[in-house]
C-alpha cells in the first residue's frame, strides 16, 4: 500500500559530500515522522536523524554538525544531507517513515529498500 523509495548513496571519499532523498507514495491520508536509519556490517541498525511532520528534528550524536535532515510535506519526501564523511558513516541507509494509511486511519511503519554509502579513499 506505501512504499518509500531511496536514492543518492554511492561512493564518497572521506570530506566529501553525499545527499540521499526517499519519496513515498501510496495510499497515505498523512505522514507523521520520517527519518534515515542505517546499518553498518556486523552491527545493528541504528538512527541517523528523524523529522516530525512540524519540522522538529533529532539527531545521532556521531552525524550532528556533519548531517542534516529535511522534508518537503508536500511533496512526501525526506532527504539526508551529508557533509565531512567519514569512513566510519559506511553503512546502508535506509529511509523510514511513520504513515497514516487514507483506507483505514491506521499507522504503520514503513521502510525503504536501503541505499548503501560508502566512504573510502
Known amino acids: 500500500q506505501v512504499q518509500l523509495v531511496e536514492s543518492g548513496g554511492g561512493l564518497v571519499q572521506p570530506g566529501g559530500s553525499l545527499r540521499l532523498s526517499c519519496a513515498a507514495s501510496?495510499?497515505?491520508?498523512?505522514?507523521?515522522?520520517m527519518g534515515w536509519w542505517r546499518q553498518a556490517p556486523g552491527k545493528e541498525r541504528e538512527l541517523v536523524a528523524t523529522?516530525?511532520?512540524?519540522?522538529?528534528?533529532n539527531y545521532a550524536t556521531s552525524v550532528k554538525g556533519r548531517f542534516t535532515i529535511s522534508r518537503d510535506n508536500a511533496k512526501n519526501t525526506v532527504s539526508l544531507q551529508m557533509y565531512n564523511l567519514k569512513p566510519e558513516d559506511t553503512a546502508v541507509y535506509y529511509c523510514?517513515?511513520?504513515?497514516?494509511?487514507?483506507?483505514?486511519?491506521?499507522?504503520?511503519?514503513?521502510w525503504g529498500q536501503g541505499t548503501q554509502v560508502t566512504v573510502s579513499s
Open positions: 523510514n517513515a511513520r504513515v497514516v494509511l487514507a483506507t483505514t486511519r491506521s499507522r504503520i511503519n514503513t
Open positions: 523529522i516530525t511532520s512540524a519540522g522538529s528534528t
Open positions: 501510496g495510499s497515505m491520508f498523512s505522514i507523521d515522522a
